[in-house]
Nanobody, 114 residues
Framework: QVQLVESGGGLVQAGGSLRLSCEASGSIFPFNTMGWYRQAPGKQREWVAAVARGGSTNYADSVKGRFTISRDDAKNTVYLQMNSLKPEVTAVYYC????????WGQGTQVTVSS
């Protein structure tokens, strides 16, 4: 059974940084794609960033230049480095992985205070 467990969320002041981690357990590694989504209160879940097995990355326009996604297949882990944080990025951040089937983590709260 595949499980994705996020960590690294928390409360930070505007302009600060956080690094999210998502460690996968199970037996179907490596995933073709790993990434992050987020869901703010009262809004739909939205895609944030993704990294393919070969290392190519893609970002939502709203986070380009401030967020960096990376993966370490040896550790079955995907990371999201978030810099210059703004209050509007406050949300629950979900790890996502895909290999034929898609998998989701339980989410980690990121709160940015002004």
């Amino acid at each position: 059974q595949v499980q994705l467990v996020e960590s690294g969320g928390g409360l930070v002041q505007a302009g600060g940084s956080l690094r999210l981690s998502c460690e996968a357990s199970g037996s179907i590694f490596p995933f073709n794609t790993m990434g992050w989504y987020r869901q703010a209160p009262g809004k739909q879940r939205e895609w944030v960033a993704a990294v393919a097995r070969g290392g190519s990355t893609n970002y939502a326009d709203s986070v380009k230049g401030r967020f960096t996604i990376s993966r370490d297949d040896a550790k079955n882990t995907v990371y999201l480095q978030m810099n210059s944080l703004k209050p509007e990025v406050t949300a629950v951040y979900y790890c996502h992985a895909r290999k034929v089937t898609e998998y989701w983590g339980q989410g980690t709260q990121v709160t940015v205070s002004s």
